[in-house]
């Protein structure tokens, strides 16, 4: 009997990337009935367990051994993303050697960061895809290499179908960073993979999804097959965090529609002062909310994603403004660090949901007709922020000062806009449109249903 087709997938060390793809690989097993191996770089960070535990039963795991990664170089998170995948390359060509050998490998996929184990299955032979969150992103991806030769660089980008883009919403802003070199050397990776998976649907973002493949043979085959999203949230091993099952049963004695989830994705931390002029400005709005909240952190706004200055998780009664927690008892709830995020997004109590605009959070809340205030923190977020309120229109967003701070009489006037005013109510409508549209795209015989099962038929095809 002939081998199952075999798909390698050569995951980031972090939630954000690592949650959808385990999801297409749940997919590809199930609804295709293909192997799937993950193979899991691993950086020792508070997530680790928690994605251990993400992994079902259907999908084989290999987690790679520690890398040691250069302490104190003040490395920002993407640049140690990228050198602990390079470090591992040596065993990430080991495994995928041994699973060439041992079955019938069809392909090795990628995400942002992992492709730079792309040059690895170009030594071996494998067929390379990769994964993409957005449109957007993929289209910023393939246009980057031109974009890095312009001298003076623009100040605002256009990509095909897509809202200009100020130089300031770009993923980095800093092109003498060493994040920037890893990010242009990645991107030229990109036209040289045989297929590209999107997390996306037709409906989302149509005009930039039409111009990137009207760019024909110059692009590789694009499948948007999304939304993928998670049933249910990982649970991580944080200690005191019972807050997470008791923020579900207070949902449920909420009025529907009335609260508002604030949260920061699997990574973001705000800084000292911008946490206290939310806590205020949530107060001052008058409405409802369910709040992760993780310890300031005035270096780094991802600073939670490797744990990197996180220390032992603060109770929020140690960092938020005095008598905060009490005034605002009953009609605000926290919870440490983490909570079921796809849980509190379908409960119909939840009427809004603050986010810093990462790909898995916006896909959550379009799956359960959720509209959004943007707050972007850092990489892609600013531009996903963008899109989402320019393009799409599913979001609103607060301004920010001068120094980029959000203060507490904004926080408390874009929650209300969100919560009761006409542009909510927009908003509202035009997400809940989404929603169908998301869910006739994966549904029998919709468009991201499609585009999956052609890869499927694509990968068995292309290793012939
Ligand atoms: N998440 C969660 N609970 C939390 C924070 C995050 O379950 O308290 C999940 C969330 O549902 C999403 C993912 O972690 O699936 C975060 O991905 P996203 O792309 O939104 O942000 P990133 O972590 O990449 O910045």
């Known amino acids: 009997m002939e081998q199952k087709p075999h798909i390698a997938i050569v995951t980031t060390p972090g939630m954000g990337l690592f949650i959808p793809i385990v999801e297409f690989g749940k997919q590809l097993v199930h609804l295709h009935g293909f192997h799937v191996t993950c193979i899991i770089p691993n950086i020792p960070g508070p997530l680790t367990d928690t994605m251990k535990s993400a992994l079902p039963p259907s999908v084989d795991q290999v987690f790679l051994p520690p890398v040691s990664l250069p302490q104190d170089t003040g490395a920002d998170t993407g640049t140690l993303i990228c050198l602990s995948i390079t470090l591992s390359l040596p065993l990430i060509h080991k495994v995928l050697k041994t699973l060439a050998e041992s079955s019938r490998l069809v392909g090795l996929l990628g995400d942002v960061f992992s492709i730079l184990a792309m040059d690895v299955a170009k030594e071996l032979n494998i067929v390379p895809y990769m994964f993409f969150s957005s449109t957007m992103e993929l289209s910023l ?185 009490e005034r605002t008892k009953g009609r605000g709830v926290l919870v440490p660090f983490w909570a079921p995020q796809p849980q509190i997004l379908k409960h119909g109590s939840t009427g809004g949901f603050l986010t810093h605009c990462g790909w898995n959070s916006i896909m959550e809340s379009i799956v359960n007709g959720v509209p959004l205030i943007a707050f972007p923190l850092f990489a892609e977020q600013n531009m996903n922020a963008l899109m989402l309120t320019e393009d799409v229109k599913i979001a609103v967003r607060p301004r920010a000062n001068e120094d980029g701070l959000v203060g507490r009489e904004e926080v408390a006037k874009i929650v209300k806009t969100l919560m009761e005013g006409d542009e909510g109510k927009r908003t509202r409508e035009r997400i809940k449109e989404l929603k169908e549209a998301a869910a006739k795209a994966v549904g029998e015989g919709g468009s991201s249903r499609k585009a999956f099962s052609q890869l499927a038929l694509d990968m068995i095809h292309q290793s012939k």
């Open 141 to 325: 991806y393939l246009h980057q290499p031109e974009l890095g030769e312009m001298f003076p660089f623009p100040e605002v980008i256009q990509l095909p179908g897509c809202v200009p883009i100020p130089e300031r919403d770009l993923i980095i802003r800093d092109r003498s960073s060493q994040l920037y070199k890893w990010f242009l050397e990645n991107s030229k990776r990109v036209r040289l993979v045989k297929g590209i998976v999107v997390n996306a649907f037709l409906d989302l973002h149509p005009a930039a999804l039409l111009a990137l493949q009207q760019e024909g043979s110059r692009n590789p085959p694009i499948y948007p097959i999304g939304p993928l999203v998670q049933d249910s949230s990982p649970l991580p091993p944080v200690p005191g965090n019972e807050e997470q099952q008791d923020c579900l049963r207070w949902l449920d004695d909420q009025p529907r529609g009335s609260v508002l989830f604030v949260s920061f994705g699997s990574g973001g931390t705000l800084s000292e002062v911008q946490t206290n002029e939310l806590a205020l400005g949530l107060e001052m709005s008058g409405h409802k909310f369910l709040w992760v909240v993780r310890s300031p952190n005035d270096e780094s706004a991802s600073a939670a994603y490797l744990g990197g200055g996180q220390g032992p998780p603060k109770h929020p009664s140690q960092f938020l403004p005095q008598g905060f927690v």
